[in-house]
């Protein structure tokens, strides 16, 4: 399994913004993030025009995959 990172490009204040996820492909992973949503919507995470989705490379140096922070 991969690990694939998934961004909203237009995010909302107090909604989720973006997910780390581990899938078998980019489409799994964007449907575990919709099955994970909140009052976005699943759309958000399903549609390419409407968030990224990144393969993460296994191997690197450490440091942080992701640290997200949206307040409204």
């Given at each position: ?6 961004e909203r490009?237009?995010?909302d ?8 996820i ?23 995470w ?14 690197g ?12």
């Amino acid at each position: 399994m991969a690990l694939y990172k998934i961004e909203r490009l237009e995010p909302d204040c107090d909604q989720p913004a973006a997910f780390v996820i581990r899938a078998e492909s980019e489409a799994a992973a964007r449907a575990v993030a919709a099955a994970n949503c909140g009052d976005e919507g699943s759309r958000e995470w399903l549609d390419p025009e409407r968030s990224t989705c990144e393969l993460l490379e296994p191997d690197g140096p450490d440091g942080v995959m992701l640290r997200d922070f949206w307040e409204g």
